[in-house]
C-alpha cells in the first residue's frame, strides 16, 4: 500500500518553461512534507519542503504548495534548467515517528534546452 | 549541508557470502541513522532505523538476522547483508541526522550498489 504516490514516471519540460511535479499522499497523519532531487547513483539532495500548517513555501525558483483536503503536493520549478533534469522524489513525514521519511516512487524531469 | 559518506560505492559479492556497507557522518554527529534500499524506477525503501548505542528498528518485511544492522559510534553505521543472494542486489542508502535537528536535516550518503552474483 503506497501511502505516496507519485503517478508521472517522467515529465519533459523545455527550458525557461514551469515544471509542475505532483504527489499525492493517503495518510492524514503526515505532517512534514520534502521534495528530494536525485541523480544516478547518487543519494537524494533536499530541496524544499513543506509543514502540513502552511499551503504554500517558497525558495528561490522551487514552490510548494499543500492542499490538505486533496491531499495533494506540488513543486513546481520556474524557469526550468538543464541542470535541472533529475529524479525528484516527494516524501512525508508521519508525526511521532522518529523522523521516518515515507518516499514516492519519483519522476524524471528533464529540461530540454 | 553536511557530509555523509558510504564505502563501498560499489560491491560485487558471490551468493552465500556476506558483505558488510559503512555509513558515515564526516562532520556532525549522528544520533540517528536510517538505511533504505531502491530497486530499479521504485522509490527509497527504508529498511530500519539506527540510533546510536542501541538496537535498530527493522520495518515490516526486513529481516533482521539477514540485514544486521550496528550503530557503534556517533558517525559510523554499518549494514551488513549476511548470506546474500541474488534477490538482495540493490542501491542501499544511507541517510543520518544530528542532535537537535529539524524534520530538514536528514543527509543522505551517496548509495552503494550492491551485485549479487
Known amino acids: 500500500d503506497q501511502q505516496v504516490k507519485q503517478n508521472s514516471p517522467s515529465l519533459s519540460v523545455q527550458e525557461g518553461r514551469i515544471s509542475i511535479l505532483n504527489c499525492d499522499y493517503t495518510n492524514s497523519m503526515f505532517d512534514y512534507f520534502l521534495w528530494y532531487k536525485k541523480y544516478p547513483a547518487e543519494g537524494p539532495t533536499f530541496l524544499i519542503s513543506?509543514?502540513?500548517?502552511?499551503d504554500k513555501n517558497e525558495d528561490g525558483r522551487f514552490t510548494v504548495f499543500l492542499n490538505k483536503s486533496a491531499k495533494h503536493l506540488s513543486l513546481h520549478i520556474v524557469p526550468s534548467q538543464p541542470g535541472d533534469s533529475a529524479v525528484y522524489f516527494c516524501?512525508?513525514?508521519?508525526?511521532?515517528?522518529?523522523?521516518?521519511?515515507?518516499f514516492g516512487k519519483g519522476t524524471l524531469l528533464t529540461v530540454n534546452p | 549541508g553536511a557530509v555523509v559518506s558510504q564505502h563501498p560505492s560499489r560491491v560485487i559479492c558471490k551468493s552465500g557470502t556476506s558483505v558488510k556497507i559503512e555509513c558515515r557522518s564526516l562532520?556532525?554527529?549522528?544520533?540517528?541513522m536510517f538505511w533504505y534500499r531502491q530497486f530499479p524506477k521504485q522509490s527509497l525503501m527504508l529498511m530500519a532505523t539506527?540510533?546510536?548505542?542501541?538496537?535498530?528498528?527493522?520495518e515490516q518485511g526486513v529481516e533482521k538476522d539477514k540485514f544486521l544492522i550496528n550503530h557503534a559510534s556517533l558517525t559510523l553505521s554499518t549494514l551488513t547483508v549476511t548470506s546474500a543472494h541474488p534477490e538482495d542486489s540493490s542501491f542501499y542508502i544511507c541517510s543520518a541526522r544530528g542532535w537537535g535537528a529539524t524534520s530538514l536535516e536528514q543527509y543522505f550518503g551517496p548509495g552503494t550498489r550492491l551485485t549479487v552474483t
Open positions: 539506527s540510533n546510536e548505542g542501541s538496537k535498530a528498528t527493522y
Open positions: 513543506i509543514s502540513s500548517i502552511k
Open positions: 562532520d556532525f554527529q549522528a544520533t540517528t
Open positions: 516524501a512525508a513525514q508521519l508525526r511521532g515517528s522518529n523522523y521516518k521519511l515515507t
